[in-house]
């Protein structure tokens, strides 16, 4: 059976994390009216690669330059309206949504916790070496996991997140298409070349 209009992928996500938000204190910071959820396509269909990506868009602290060598550094600036965006979260379809349901959720978690506590622009920072995932890829994992059941233990609306039992074909079938958000990365822009501008 055909559903009305074609599927706001974008919509959707943005809705259900919000909603992880709103239920658990471990993503309060988070304010999604700041965060542009997008999606990529993937060249090959295959669970192999990349699923989403979170893309910081201000450097360490939330500030907007860095120095990289002898060079200052900004990032191209991303509105939606006159909404400055802080994040960009961006999924590759079909590969994220041919997941099984749980991984679906896992990849979304794991996306949003990199998003810094201060909920400015920055990435959450880790001590050490490894400052995206901590020393240990295995902790980080196991806390998404952890965050996964506990968000399912407060028995979200299954309309916020029933979408995600579905492959790609299978809503694309149902809604006769996938539409969404696409947005280029931004590009880190040389200080010097803002000025001459």
Known sequence: MLSKGPFDFCRAMTLLCADIAARLDEFSHIRMEQVAVAFAQTRRRG?????AKLTPLRFENGSLVTTRGSR?????RVYCGDREMLYI???????FLDLPFR????????ELYHISPAFDGDIRRFSGRYHIHSHRQKEFDRAVERFVDQYLATDPPPEVYQFLEHQFGTLQ???????????PIPKLIPLDEVRSA
């Open 47 to 51: 669970s192999h690669g990349v699923q």
């Open 173 to 183: 079938e149902r809604y006769g298409g996938i539409v969404g958000l696409k947005i």
């Open 89 to 95: 979260l961006t999924f590759y379809l079909p590969r």
């Open 103 to 110: 991984e679906k959720l896992v990849t979304v978690f794991h």
């Open 72 to 76: 200052r550094w900004t990032l191209q």
